[in-house]
């Protein structure tokens, strides 16, 4: 016969209304409740090591070329308005 080991855990000092929000949250992704617990303390750990590689090197929000054009609209707004071109001086 084939017997499928797994592991059972108590956690402690959980409100109730914290416990309820947690299962809702996972099954709201569409995971098991033990998963979306691996999922939440991984994302933890990763958030913890280095927080701002993320910000820093994470996914662009503009394209490249979207950035290009807000650029000029920028420098020709500053340009029609007779502004200084540099914003330190």
Do not use: Q
Request: net charge positive; hydrophobic share 40%; aromatic share 12%.
């Amino acid at each position: 016969m084939l017997y499928m080991l797994y592991m059972e855990a108590c956690i402690r000092n959980v409100s109730a209304d914290s416990w309820k929000y947690l299962k809702t949250e996972a099954a709201k992704s569409g995971l098991p409740l033990g998963r979306f617990i691996e999922v939440m303390v991984s994302e933890h750990k990763r958030a913890k090591e280095d927080p701002w590689k993320e910000i820093l090197y994470g996914k662009r929000t503009l394209s490249k070329k979207l950035l290009d054009n807000v650029l000029k609209v920028h420098e020709r707004f500053r340009r029609d308005f007779k502004f200084r071109n540099d914003a330190c001086s």
